[in-house]
Nanobody, 119 residues
Framework: QVQLVESGGGLVQPGGSLRLSCATSLSISRLNAMGWYRQYPGKQRESVATITSAGTTNYADSVKDRFTISTDNVKNTVDLQMNSLKPEDTAVYYC?????????????WGQGTQVTVSS
């Protein structure tokens, strides 16, 4: 059973920082990619930041230069450092991993963690 446990969400003032962490029961060596997505009420989930097994990162234009994704191959975690937070960053954030399988990859999701940016 694949488990993803997220932590680090909460309430922060505009301009502040939060760090999200996602611990996976899988070894990162078994993954094609990891990432963070967010979802606004009534909207589809969107990609925030992703990192491949080769270390290639990709960020949504709205978070470039503010958010940084990183992995810890010993702890099997993927973190999202969020700086200069804005009210529009308020959303539920989900961790995602793509497990390598014979014909591609299989997606697994965390339970989601609320991030609220408000004064």
């Amino acid at each position: 059973q694949v488990q993803l446990v997220e932590s680090g969400g909460g309430l922060v003032q505009p301009g502040g920082s939060l760090r999200l962490s996602c611990a996976t029961s899988l070894s990162i060596s078994r993954l094609n990619a990891m990432g963070w997505y967010r979802q606004y009420p009534g909207k589809q989930r969107e990609s925030v930041a992703t990192i491949t097994s080769a270390g290639t990162t990709n960020y949504a234009d709205s978070v470039k230069d503010r958010f940084t994704i990183s992995t810890d191959n010993v702890k099997n975690t993927v973190d999202l450092q969020m700086n200069s937070l804005k009210p529009e960053d308020t959303a539920v954030y989900y961790c995602n991993v793509k497990l390598k399988i014979l014909w591609g990859s299989r997606d697994y999701w965390g339970q989601g963690t609320q991030v609220t940016v408000s004064s």
